[in-house]
């Protein structure tokens, strides 16, 4: 099933060879640890720039996107069996 979104999660990352690697998302009182990510992209809207990641628990895959003005990140899509 594909669900779009935009709910706020929280993120744990870490930061390595100048990269954030999302490690967890807690969304609707659970924590979900990230096995893989699949992609990173950046974008601008207006002046703000946005980060996307493409990340998965190897059950589920999710869209995750970053506002580097505020650092909210908010979960965007989500992909599950």
């Known amino acids: 099933m594909h669900t ?7 993120v744990t990352v870490d930061f390595a060879n ?6 967890s998302i807690r969304w609707d009182g659970k ?3 990230m096995k ?7 974008a601008r809207e207006g002046s703000k720039r946005i980060f996307y990641f493409s990340v998965s628990d190897q059950t589920n895959f999710m869209k995750l996107r970053l506002d580097t003005e505020t650092l909210e990140w908010r979960l ?4 599950t069996d």
């Open 4 to 10: 779009f979104l935009n709910d706020p999660v929280d």
């Open 18 to 23: 100048k990269r954030i690697q999302p490690l």
């Open 31 to 33: 924590t979900y640890a």
């Open 36 to 42: 893989t990510v699949n992609l990173v992209h950046g």
């Open 76 to 79: 965007i899509e989500l992909y």
